[in-house]
Nanobody, 124 residues
Framework: QVQLVESGGGLVQAGGSLRLSCAAS????????MGWFRQAPGKEREFVAA????????YYADSVKGRFTISRDNAKNTVYLQMNSLKPEDTAVYYC?????????????????WGQGTQVTVSS
């Protein structure tokens, strides 16, 4: 079993930055792919970013490419999402997820465990 706890959400003005963290416990964190998804009110949950076990490869949705950066610290069992140049359309609940198989990694059903989510609100 894997437990995931997100933190770092909040209210920020457009153009600002936030860093989300996801702390993992349970199984071997360093062996699986980690992803971030988000869900805005009235919309489906969507892929934001993912990072493979070694941190050597990262993947992003086109909507956040160049603004968001995913990283991980396997020694701390933590994955991060640095969000810069935030826009009102980035407002959503952000979820951390763990993928035990590695690949593929852009679909919701690729992931085995989910956190409870953290709210990010970007004001205009």
């Amino acid at each position: 079993q894997v437990q995931l706890v997100e933190s770092g959400g909040g209210l920020v003005q457009a153009g600002g930055s936030l860093r989300l963290s996801c702390a993992a416990s349970g199984r071997t964190f360093s062996s699986y792919t980690m992803g971030w998804f988000r869900q805005a009110p009235g919309k489906e949950r969507e892929f934001v970013a993912a990072i493979i076990w070694s941190g050597g490869s990262t993947y992003y949705a086109d909507s956040v490419k160049g603004r968001f950066t995913i990283s991980r610290d396997n020694a701390k069992n933590t994955v991060y999402l640095q969000m810069n140049s935030l826009k009102p359309e980035d407002t959503a609940v952000y979820y951390c997820a763990a993928n035990l198989r590695g690949l593929p990694l852009r679909r919701l059903y690729d992931y085995d465990y989910w956190g409870q989510g953290t709210q990010v609100t970007v004001s205009s």
